[in-house]
């Protein structure tokens, strides 16, 4: 059981370039998540999704766009990638509400942009 | 608005020693509070939870009881191991299930042999 996976693990881009972290998880999980870390600050979310075709901003959505076709994927897009979208990036998912259902993480991105 | 304040690191102890890390928080009403831990190389995963004031979260030795008269969630453990070196992360979630955590900012276990 892949839990939930992540590629790619490092990254970097040049500044205007754009990319497509994925996520994929194996548990059927309905709701999905993206969280991005920046040193020394607590991780924020970026976007979610409560099911296939249903996604919602989160804390930091500026700059990012998602889609949720399919239960088991969450591809993070980064249009015209900023040095301020350097971070560490996590996928999350869950069975159901954050508050009261556990989430199970990827291992993370590391995006650098220069 | 709803955040959590937790203990600067990175902390380093010796094996078997006590270790505490400090979590306060700041939310209306009664939040959900949650300790996470992120070993070397892995996400994070729940390391243990608590719903209700007084409640005590347990797991793998470690405890953390949720004190509403002091906004706190401090973690505990009365001897740790080499295999607890870790990032922990606080987090809380705001009451009626909203579909966000606000997570402190990680504190680094490092425990020496």
């Known amino acids: 059981n892949a839990g939930v996976t992540q590629t790619p693990k490092f990254r970097i881009l040049k500044i205007g370039q754009s990319m497509t972290l994925q996520c994929t998880q194996d548990?059927?999980?309905?709701?999905m998540y993206w969280y991005r870390q920046d040193p020394g600050m607590g991780l924020k979310l970026i976007y979610y999704s409560v099911g296939a075709g249903i996604t919602d901003k989160g804390e930091v959505p500026n700059g990012y766009n998602v889609s949720r076709s399919t239960t088991e994927d969450f591809p993070l897009r980064l249009e015209l990638a900023a040095p301020s979208q350097t971070s560490v990036y996590f996928c999350?998912?869950?069975?159901?509400?954050?508050?009261?259902?556990?989430?199970?993480f990827g291992a993370g991105s590391r995006l650098t942009v220069l | 608005g709803d955040s959590v304040t937790q203990m600067e690191g990175p902390v380093t102890l010796s094996e078997e020693a006590f270790l505490t890390i400090n979590c306060t928080y700041t939310a209306t009403g009664y939040p959900s509070l949650f300790w996470y831990v992120q070993y070397p190389g892995e996400g994070l995963q729940l390391l243990l939870k608590a719903t209700k004031a007084d409640d005590k979260g347990s797991n793998k030795g470690f405890e953390a009881t949720y004190r509403k008269e002091t906004t706190s969630f401090h973690l505990e453990k009365g001897s740790v191991q080499v295999s607890d070196s870790a990032v922990y992360f606080c987090?809380?979630?705001?009451?009626?299930?909203?579909?966000?955590?606000?997570f402190g900012t990680g504190t680094r276990l490092t425990v020496i042999p």
């Open positions: 987090a809380l979630s705001p009451p009626g299930g909203a579909n966000n955590l606000f």
């Open positions: 999350a998912s869950s069975a159901g509400r954050s508050g009261a259902n556990v989430l199970t």
């Open positions: 548990m059927n999980h309905n709701y």
